[in-house]
């Protein structure tokens, strides 16, 4: 069984951050599916997926901002070319 | 006293209450290329909130109603003619409890029957096939040809009465528009022309026939099949479900239509969204748009003296040039750029211009608290390449992600956002104090409209 204590391995690519739009607040994806939200002086740790609080005094933050920089990638994108060449323009 | 309102603060206009932000129609003067009179057209809802029982997300009664009046009466689209390409392919459409054989039974004709054995009434088949010659009933051995027509029966002797004439297939009634096979199984129901309306006007120049299906996702959610479509007929939950698009989204001033048994919305890219309160750089909103990450370089940079809408329509239409030529000049901006996705009563969402997006919803069998949510991705091939094979479809289950698809590209991400709010939705609905929802005069015009067609087939008003 995995050991729950061990460290989670490093992100292979640079993480996702963000700053919201509307608070200001920093969004950035850690290792081991989670979300560090810096918001002013104050700080929280939070499920990628679920959203959940694991740690910091910041106890809730933007649920769908935590799940952009947070969840699962997919596959294949970041493909730069394509995307500056505009057919992945994100849509709603 | 009156409430404070957040963000876009709104304003008065000769039509009525509308966004601050800058009107679709005044972007389009802003547009390089001219602008297709399709845009041009400006059809809003009367104004007015529209109330909805909550029970009509949840009750089995209410399903019950809706496979009687709709399910049974309705146009409703079942698959792609490209998806039954040869004679003999077939596809199973399932409605509620309800199934269909939509088969390709000669090169230029499509039948559709009851999936049902006239013996005992068996399926007659559960999974999509290819080059049927017959389908023969697994129970018994009844068989039909593909046209219909009985074939043979185990035993006829043993069956004096049964004949060709009383035993074909009982064939419900089929339609064609956009290259997608619609089905009505109300042997009276207006034909499908007369029911779409002005539709083909609307995607004159945005033939969906001449599309091929890249991709087909379908997945299961835990919530009824109103919730998760009206979940995507409107830009007013861009603001809160998706904040990192705000900086290059038009939100609360997209703009909404109505014309007979469909609707449209236009949401603009490359503008930004009325609440914020700065406006954003012309590179802010060109980084939201390509979803650019903070410390990561831009993915492409604005020249000097070009807006983020022009540069970005341009970096679309010089892809699109790869695939459709010099045509690709005849298309402007806003074709380019914006979301501009119609609903066809009662669950049909064809995109149009060159987003690739159509969605179907429909009720998971009989069960009202699940649904089944399709994304299709319609795109051109190149000119004078034969058509590239129809995507089959993937399925996801309830607890996939939809990144688990990745031929939808950032797309995937973003119904994540979409499908995290909506089984919540689904259980909020039960819990309510005052057991009903409204819906906004014009930024949710579409869901207002659907409800009006709704208690039409209903016969609830
Ligand atoms: S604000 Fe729309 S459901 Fe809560
Ligand atoms: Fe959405």
Known sequence: ?????????????????????????????????RVRVIKGEAYGIFDGFTTRHLEGPLTYADPHM?????GKAVEGMGHRAERARGLEIVHD | MALKTVGDQGRLTSAGYRSAGTLYQELLDQDSRPVPPVLRLESPIEPGVTRVPAEQYFSKAMHDREVEKIWKRAWQMACREEDIPNVGDYIVYDIAHLSFLVVRSAPDRIQAFHNACLHRGRQ??????????????????????????????????????????????????????????FINPDPDAEPLEQFLGDLPRHFERWDLANRFKQAHVAKILRCNWKVAQEAFMEAYHVVATHPQLLNGIGDSNSQYDVFGNFSRAITPNGTPSPHLRDTPGQQDMLDAMFDRNLDTPPLAEVPPGMGARQFAAMLSREGMRAVIGDDA????????????????FPNFHPWGAFNRITYRFRPHGDNPDECIMECMFLAPWPKGEPRPPAAPIHWLGPDDDWADAPELGMLARVFNQDTFNIPKVQLGLKTMRRPEVVFASYNETKIRHFHQLYDRWMELE
């Open chain 1, 1 to 33: 069984m995995a050991d729950p204590h061990a460290e989670p391995a490093p992100l292979t690519r640079p993480p996702r951050k963000k700053r919201h739009p509307l608070s200001g607040a920093i969004y950035e994806e850690l290792p081991g599916n």
């Open chain 2, 329 to 344: 000049d005849t298309y402007c901006d806003a074709e380019y750029l914006d979301s501009i996705y119609y609903t066809v």
């Open chain 1, 66 to 70: 935590i799940i952009w920089v947070g």
């Open chain 2, 124 to 181: 007659l088949r559960e999974f999509d096939g290819r080059g049927a010659q017959e389908f023969r009933c697994p129970f018994h051995g009844w068989c039909w040809e593909i046209d219909g027509s009985l074939k043979e029966v185990v035993c006829q002797w043993d069956f004096p009465e049964v004949n060709e004439r009383d035993y074909r297939l009982p064939e419900v009634q089929v339609g064609t528009w956009g290259g997608f096979v």
